[in-house]
């Protein structure tokens, strides 16, 4: 049984990886990935060993469309109560972002999941004022399945969805048609692996 932190087995594959003498350009795709890659120290130590660390498309909030963000906005200011998760409420749209526009009076909510924001629409229903909640929706195909499953039962008249989900696929078939990079392997997520195969 090895140990993920094991400092002599590190070493050891640190070696061995260098020994190859090979130039190797990785790329991942999970802003998570990159975290950890530099939260450790492993992109030195990869560089040294002939690795190349490539970021890929990263985290489903870095790549919500600036039209998304957009209608976030428009929504917001036009009286909508926006649910959402936390990271989304910062991301810049054209001029604004949820958070400015919250700081301006707007009725933005930051939510840890769909049925957070159910429950808030049903709260509203149920206090008579029907004010209109929409879930800002991110995620790739892990997360797409419980907004889904959600969207299935019965939900207050003044909930709704806008969503910002993401297929990895289409991204990694889109990437490695460019030609532009020289990618010798890939480093997807694991929990969106399970999902996709």
């Known amino acids: 049984m090895f140990h993920l932190r094991d400092k002599e087995l590190s070493k050891l594959i640190a070696k061995?990886?260098?020994?190859?003498?090979?130039?190797?350009?990785?790329?991942?795709?999970?802003?998570?990935h990159q975290d950890t890659i530099v939260k450790f120290g492993l992109d030195t130590i990869l560089k040294e060993c002939g690795v190349n660390i490539i970021q890929g498309p990263g985290c489903p909030v870095c790549?919500?469309?600036?039209?998304?963000?957009?209608?976030g906005i428009k929504l917001a200011e036009?009286?909508?109560?926006?649910?959402t998760f936390g990271d989304m409420v910062r991301v810049p749209g054209a001029e604004k972002s949820l958070q400015s526009v919250k700081a301006g009076g707007g009725d933005i909510r930051v939510v840890y999941g769909i049925n957070e924001a159910v429950e808030l629409a049903e709260k509203f229903y149920r206090e008579g004022n029907g004010k209109e909640v929409v879930f800002m929706a991110v995620g790739f195909e892990t997360t797409a399945p419980a907004t889904a499953a959600v969207l299935l039962r019965e939900l207050p008249e003044n909930f709704s969805v806008v969503s910002c989900h993401r297929y990895i696929p289409p991204a990694l078939v889109r990437i490695l048609g460019m030609g532009e990079i020289a990618l010798d392997g890939i480093i997807d997520p694991g929990h969106v692996s399970v999902i996709i195969g």
């Open 16 to 32: 061995n990886l260098k020994d190859m003498g090979m130039e190797l350009n990785i790329m991942h795709v999970c802003g998570t």
């Open 63 to 71: 790549v919500t469309t600036p039209e998304e963000i957009e209608m």
């Open 78 to 83: 036009s009286g909508v109560t926006i649910a």
